[in-house]
Nanobody
């Protein structure tokens, strides 16, 4: 069974950058899309970005132009490069795998969720 290990979260000032990684163990996600979601305190979990098996990407409007999702299938790892961070980006960030099909922005389309990593952006 695939398990995810996220890393790279932390505290950064507004305008700064962070890079998150999501490594898969126990299997390969070569035939899965990988998505990033986040949950801010008191808010619902929301879609951030998705990259599919053909490296086609989808972004939430709130992060488009600032965040970049990528994947290295040989390393079983996906990445989220976050630039120009804002205080409203503060949240717990999760990665998950999505089988073919399903709505990329719907968390119900994903399985094999990671434990998450905290990102805090100070103003």
């Amino acid at each position: 069974q695939v398990q995810w290990v996220e890393s790279g979260g932390g505290l950064v000032q507004a305008g700064g950058s962070l890079s998150l990684s999501c490594g898969a163990t126990g299997g390969t996600f070569r035939n899965y899309a990988v998505g990033w979601f986040r949950r801010a305190p008191g808010k619902e979990r929301e879609f951030v970005a998705d990259i599919n098996w053909s490296a086609s990407t989808t972004y939430a409007n709130s992060v488009k132009g600032r965040f970049t999702i990528s994947r290295d299938s040989a390393k079983n790892t996906a990445y989220l490069q976050m630039n120009s961070l804002r205080p409203e980006d503060t949240a717990f960030y999760y990665c998950a795998a999505r089988p073919r099909g399903g709505d990329v922005a719907d968390s119900a389309s994903y399985n094999y969720w990671g434990q998450g990593t905290q990102v805090t952006v100070s103003s």
